[in-house]
């Protein structure tokens, strides 16, 4: 649904005729400042995604103190589903958003935590849990812009946001039947374990990447926003007389993120046999390299674009290449790092605390997209790149000043696989 998101709002429901029928859109749009168009598009599509990561903080206290964790991921599937399906009603749009909001509250980061809740403390295939956990994420992320992006551009926009519904509950059953498989111990009211200065000695450290997270998702998260809007205009999608749908472009970059993720984790293994194996904070820092390459690459795209032309498919694939190695050492490391160091007493309210690095860079992501329109693309795309740059430069500073003493706090954090 996300692949079509922006572009339905686009080319289609912040249109006339269309737009009016659209429930509290008007004092949404006054509420930023009286966008419009493009705009409009990127600042809802911001505000949507940045809600979508803060309402986990919600959902894991939900979880922790009173529903448990299964109860939650349970609630939140529904309330998703429910809002896939409202997606085919125009006056129902941002109703709609709302369910979403709130269901992904409840879903994200309990299901994450579970994941962590199956291994023990020492366990090390917690890390590779959380890549295979990436893997069918992104495995999600080849098929559904093929069905749903296809529906909705050549059939019409509500089959595909009625196509992402059936999806939804199809996970939903996959989930009841899986449930005996997840961990055991479930945190209800009246059985809560006490929050200790301890661990707030152990949590607050992990914030103090959040931020620093937040802007290194930017470029990644820009994919989704402004890049689509930039690729429906200028880029070469026609394929033996066929112009292939822009969501298509979501999937080109899920099959590279799979193979990536794939790829690395298989090269930190082999190099883990005979070589030292980085850290996490390491690795986040080759991912930042990598990150920045990426944005070189859509800098290149653009300032390569002939006069009056379209830009061809061979500097795309690079960035979506080297993106997807950037964010194979960023994305399930920082996770796996934050499940293993959160207390018992309150993990998943700290990985939704995680979330809130998702919370604050889609919010700056939606807000740096209003500028696509008015800046030119090279300058837009250089500008993400120095946010790259300054996140690779702020984790490198958290590792001299601040790293060896969180590691020396928790008594092992060795070198986890990707």
Not at 258 to 273: E, I, P
Not at 383 to 400: E, Q
Request: glycine residues 10%; neutral net charge.
């Amino acid at each position: 649904m996300q692949a079509l998101l922006v572009l339905y709002m686009v080319n289609a429901l912040f249109h006339p005729g269309h737009q009016e029928k659209v429930l509290f859109l008007e004092p949404v749009s006054r509420l930023f400042g009286g966008l419009e168009g493009q705009a409009l598009a990127s600042a809802v599509f911001g505000a949507y995604g940045a809600l979508v990561y803060l309402t986990p903080i919600a959902g894991g206290l939900l979880a922790d103190r009173w529903l448990g964790k299964r109860k939650a991921v349970l609630a939140g599937a529904i309330i998703m589903a429910l809002g896939h399906f409202l997606m085919a009603s125009e006056p129902a749009f941002l109703l709609a958003l709302l369910c979403l909001v709130i269901g992904s509250g409840l879903l994200k980061g309990n299901i994450a935590s579970q994941v962590g809740g199956l291994y023990n403390e020492e366990d090390l295939r917690r890390a590779d849990a959380f890549q295979i956990f990436y893997l069918g994420i992104n495995g999600g992320v080849i098929a559904a812009p093929l069905i749903v992006g296809t529906l909705g551009e050549k059939v019409g926009w509500h089959w595909g946001f009625g196509a992402a519904g059936v999806g939804m509950l199809i996970s939903l059953v996959i989930y009841i039947a899986g449930w005996k498989y997840l961990p055991a111990s479930e945190t209800v009211k009246g059985e809560r374990l006490p929050v200790t200065m301890e661990d707030w000695k152990h949590a607050i450290p992990l914030l103090l990447l959040i931020p620093v997270l937040a802007i290194a998702l930017i470029p990644n998260q820009q994919i989704f926003n402004a890049y689509m809007i930039w690729g429906d205009r200028d880029f070469d999608l026609v394929f033996a007389g066929i112009r292939l749908p822009t969501t298509w472009l979501v999937s080109l970059d899920a099959i590279v993120s799979v193979s990536f993720l794939f790829l690395v984790a298989v090269f930190w293994r082999w190099w883990g046999k005979t070589r030292r194996e980085p850290d996490e904070l390491e690795k986040i820092l080759i991912g930042s390299a990598f990150s920045i390459a990426g944005m070189l690459c859509l800098y290149m795209a653009a300032i390569t674009q002939p006069a009056g032309g379209k830009i061809g498919l061979w500097w795309p694939v690079c960035f979506h290449i080297v993106n997807s190695i950037a964010f194979a050492h960023m994305l399930p490391i920082s996770l796996a790092l934050f499940a293993r160091l959160a207390p018992a007493s309150m993990n998943a309210t700290v990985i939704g605390l995680y979330y809130l690095a998702f919370f604050a860079g889609n919010a700056l992501t939606g807000k740096i997209g209003t500028l696509f329109e008015t800046m030119s693309t090279p300058s837009f795309w250089l500008l993400h790149m120095g946010l790259a740059a300054a996140a690779g430069l702020a984790f490198w500073l958290f590792r001299v000043l601040a790293w060896k003493q969180l590691a020396h706090s928790h008594t092992a954090i060795p070198a986890e696989g990707s």
